[in-house]
């Protein structure tokens, strides 16, 4: 399938993880196709190893066990798999199949890199005010792996609330909220409408509604909402950003990871102007550098770094007593 599609030309195909790695050590290739249920080492026990073989190539995890709602999917992906496919039973849609197939290889090869490279210094952390009473993270493509570093550098006891929208099914979200809550060491849930912002909380959009915010008599709380928006997503950033800017302004801090497209840059750009910071993956880190690039690229972000270095970065600064 991936060779009839005329754009891309098979490197070697082999049979487990062991080949793979020795075929990885002599030659450089630009995707990987990786199953999960192979014989000697499965898949996801060797996902860090392939990825560190294949030097900067992204993996692409083609199995049955990636169902949506899977536990295979939200584990590859938090473990730095760019993308996952299901497939599809002896025979069953084949066609189709190869289709989406030979989309997902492409968007992974043709992302653009949306924005030049930082110039050393041009954005600096120091940019990024010393309190905010909320933390909003939005991400798609490579994000999950990209957000698993974010939490991992902030410790339990962090208290400002972590808003997350994260391109994912419906189906996907309870495990991932559950995922969220072990990297992170503190509480995660799926959003409900209305539900309050607490401190030391992580809460993330479901997968068929944007995450807003709203200012209530006390604090202040979700809202969910399925209105249209121009990046075509749901959930979708920008919504996230756009009402944090009206509520929390200033005493917000935007982060921006790994994804495809432009979602969050429209939000990131009225956040800027309430006076909210903004920082954004480096394109180097990042699976796909379209959603951080396309906010560095409108002059939006304060600062540009690794996941790692944001987590820390968030860590340093806290809400006042």
Same mark, same amino acid.
Not at 35 to 45: A, F, K, R, V, Y
Not at 293 to 297: D, E, H, I, P, Y
């Given at each position: 399938m991936v060779e009839a599609s005329g754009r891309f030309v098979v490197a070697d195909a082999v049979s487990d993880v062991r080949r793979a790695l020795e075929s990885l050590k002599s030659q450089r290739v630009d995707v990987i196709l990786l199953?999960?249920?192979?014989?000697?080492?499965?898949?996801?026990?060797a996902l860090p190893d392939v990825l560190a073989a294949g030097q900067g190539a992204k993996v692409l995890i083609v199995s049955s066990s990636a169902d949506e709602g899977g536990a295979a999917t939200i584990q590859a992906l938090a473990l730095g798999a760019a993308d996952t496919l299901v497939k599809p039973g002896v025979g069953a849609f084949a066609g189709k199949f190869a289709e989406v197939l030979e989309d997902k290889l492409s968007r992974l090869l043709d992302a653009p890199a949306e924005? *030049? +490279?930082s110039a050393p210094g041009q954005f600096r952390p120091a940019a990024v005010p010393d309190h905010f009473d909320v933390v909003a993270i939005g991400a798609s493509t490579g994000g999950i792996h990209a957000l698993s570093q974010v939490?991992?550098?902030i410790p339990p006891t962090f208290q400002v609330p972590i808003l997350v929208t994260q391109h994912? *099914? +419906?189906s996907f979200m309870s495990y991932f909220a559950t995922q969220l809550a072990v990297l992170a060491s503190r509480p995660c849930e799926v959003a409900t409408d209305p539900m309050r912002i607490r401190p030391g909380r992580i809460i993330v959009a479901?997968?068929?509604a944007h995450l807003r915010c709203v200012r209530m008599s006390e604090g202040a709380a979700v809202r969910l909402s399925h209105e249209k928006v121009a990046s075509g997503c749901m959930p979708s950033v920008d919504p996230m950003f756009d009402s944090l800017a009206e509520t929390f302004g200033d005493r917000t801090l935007g982060i921006v990871l790994s994804g495809m497209g432009r979602d969050g840059s429209e939000g990131a750009r009225r956040l800027a102007a309430a006076g909210g910071s903004v920082v954004v993956q480096d394109r180097e880190s990042s699976t796909v550098w379209g959603m951080p690039?396309?906010?560095?690229?409108a002059g939006c972000a304060s600062a540009i770094l690794p996941p790692d270095e944001i987590g820390r970065l968030i860590a340093s600064r806290r809400r006042p007593a």
């Open positions: 199953d999960i249920e192979m014989p000697g080492i499965d898949g996801l026990t924005a *030049p +490279a939490l991992r550098a994912l *099914p +419906a479901p997968g068929d690039g396309s906010v560095a690229n």
